[in-house]
C-alpha cells in the first residue's frame, strides 16, 4: 500500500521473494528485544536499557510486544517467505524495537481491513506500504462519508506509482491516459484502485473497466494471462515483480513513476503516546544509520525520507 494515487496508496498502495505470496493470515515474525530479570524475593520484574522504552505506553512496556496488522503479499516492501513474514517493512521495524526495547509481532490479514483492526484494538499500529493521506487521516471513505476516527501515521518511507504491464508492452501503455477504452487489474481497497476510478471518470465514454482483487497476485495474473492491460503499483514494487516474475519475462513497468508520496506506520488517534515514541524511534535510526542499511538491503534507498513526520501525507 505515495500520494494521493497509491495504495497502499498514493499513488500509493506504496511489497523481494515470492511475489504473488498469498498473504497467510497469523503468520508472524517477531523482531526487536526486550529482557527478564529475577528480584532477589524470588518474584520477576521487567527491565529494560533500549533508549526510548519509557517512551512507550505502559501497556506495551508490561506486554513486551507491538502487535502489528500488514497484508504480507506485497515484496519486496513485506511478504511470506519460510512461514516468516519479512521485507522493508520487518526489517525497519525490527531496528525500531531495538531503540524501543520491545518485539515487533507481525500478523497477516487483507489489506482493506487494516485500518478496521487498529479501530477495534486488535492491533497496536499497522505497516504495509499503507499511503499516508488526509481521507485516511479523517476516517472518509471515497465518497468522503464518515466511517470512522481516522488514525495517525507516522511517516517512514517516500514512493510514487508506477504501471506494470505485460512484458513488451503490447498496448504501449505508458501512462494513464493510455489506459482509456482497455480493462485494469488492481488489489481492491487500495490506493491504486481510487487512482484507476478517478481516471475512469476522466476517460467518459471511452470507458475504462475495472478489475479489483483481494490479492495484488491475483491482479498480476490477469495482466499476465492478458485479461488486463496493466497493474498499479509502489514504484519499488513495480520495479521488483518487472526483474523477479518469470525470471524477468514476464512484466514491465509502463512509463515513469508518478504521484510521489508517504508511507505511515498507522495507529489509533487515541494512542499520540505510541505515535510519538515511533516516531522518536524512526528519528533514532535514521540518525544512527541502521534505516539506511535496511533501504540498501532491499535496494530501496531512493525512497529514504530525512526525518520522521507525522500525517504529512495529503
Known amino acids: 500500500m505515495t500520494a494521493s494515487t497509491t495504495r497502499r496508496t498514493t499513488a500509493a498502495r506504496s511489497r523481494i521473494a515470492a511475489v504473488g505470496a498469498i498473504a497467510v493470515a497469523g503468520a ?45 503479499a506485497y515484496a519486496p516492501m513485506e511478504f511470506t517467505e519460510g512461514g516468516k513474514i519479512v521485507g522493508v517493512d520487518p526489517d525497519i521495524a525490527e531496528a525500531l524495537g531495538k531503540q524501543l526495547g520491545v518485539k515487533f509481532e507481525f500478523t497477516s490479514g ?74 485494469v487489474a488492481v488489489q481492491r481497497g487500495t490506493i491504486y484502485e481510487d487512482t484507476f476510478k478517478a481516471q475512469a471518470t476522466k476517460c467518459g465514454d471511452k470507458k475504462l473497466t475495472i478489475e479489483s482483487f483481494d490479492t495484488d497476485a491475483e491482479a498480476q495474473t490477469r495482466v499476465k494471462a492478458g485479461g488486463a492491460v496493466a497493474d498499479l503499483n509502489d514504484f519499488p514494487v513495480a520495479a521488483y515483480i518487472a526483474k523477479t516474475s518469470g525470471g524477468g519475462n514476464d512484466f514491465e513497468v509502463g512509463g515513469a513513476q508518478s504521484d510521489v508520496g508517504l508511507f505511515g506506520i498507522g495507529v489509533s488517534k487515541e494512542n499520540t503516546q505510541l505515535r510519538d515514541a515511533l516516531k ?3 528519528d533514532a535510526i535514521i540518525k544512527d544509520g541502521s534505516y539506511a542499511k535496511v533501504l540498501e538491503k532491499w535496494n530501496v534507498k531512493d525512497s529514504a525520507v530525512t526525518s520522521a513526520t507525522v500525517n504529512a501525507g495529503k
Open 110 to 183: 487483507s489489506f482493506d481491513g487494516l485500518i478496521t483492526s487498529i479501530y477495534s484494538g486488535r492491533q497496536d499500529a499497522i505497516m504495509s506500504s499503507v499511503t499516508d493521506n488526509e481521507k485516511r487521516q479523517k476516517g472518509l471513505d471515497d465518497d468522503g462519508k464518515q466511517i470512522g476516527k481516522g488514525i495517525d501515521f507516522v511517516d517512514y518511507f517516500s514512493s510514487g506509482v508506477s504501471l506494470l504491464v505485460k512484458k513488451g508492452n503490447p498496448q504501449g501503455i505508458k501512462s494513464l491516459e493510455d489506459l482509456c477504452g482497455k480493462t
Open 28 to 72: 508472524l515474525i517477531l523482531t526487536g528485544c526486550g529482557d527478564q530479570t529475577e528480584k532477589k524475593d524470588g518474584g520477576s520484574s521487567k527491565t529494560n536499557d533500549a533508549p526510548l522504552f519509557s517512551a512507550l505506553p505502559k501497556k506495551i512496556q508490561d506486554a513486551g510486544v507491538v502487535k502489528v496488522g500488514t497484508d504480507a
Open 280 to 282: 522518536q524511534a524512526l
